[in-house]
């Protein structure tokens, strides 16, 4: 069965960085594009980024361009979130998915089949 673990989330202060992991695992799938989300109290889930299988397309919320990279490393099965300059409307919890879009990525929460468990990103101003 397919697992989905995020790590690296919690507290930091506004200005600050932090580094998601998404480990997947017990699957034998390929091919798969990746996304983040992200859900704060009260709101509706929000795209974050999306990556393509090879990496060579990439996507992202108006939010969080040009202070969030999304990366992978197929060969290790991670997926990564770099989030730099990180502001208090940053905090959520953090989603990482991973399935088959049309098109190879997709900002669609519904286009992804396989969802981690969440981490707490908490930006203290």
């Known amino acids: 069965q397919v697992q989905l673990v995020e790590s690296g989330g919690g507290l930091v202060q506004a200005g600050g960085s932090l580094r998601l992991s998404c480990a997947v695992s017990?699957?034998?799938?390929?091919?798969?594009?990746r996304g983040w989300f992200r859900q704060a109290p009260g709101k509706e889930r929000e795209f974050v980024a999306a990556?393509?299988?090879?990496?060579?397309?990439?996507k992202y919320g108006d939010s969080v361009k040009g202070r969030f990279t999304i990366s992978r490393d197929n060969a290790e099965n991670t997926g990564y979130l770099q989030m730099n300059s990180l502001k208090p409307e940053d905090t959520a919890v953090y989603y990482c998915?991973?399935?088959?879009?049309?098109?190879?990525?997709?900002?669609?929460?519904?286009?992804?089949?396989?969802w981690g468990q969440g981490t707490q990103v908490t930006v203290s101003s």
């Open positions: 990556i393509s299988w090879s990496g060579g397309r990439t």
């Open positions: 017990g699957g034998t799938f390929s091919r798969y594009a």
């Open positions: 998915a991973a399935g088959f879009p049309i098109g190879g990525i997709s900002m669609t929460p519904r286009e992804y089949g396989y």
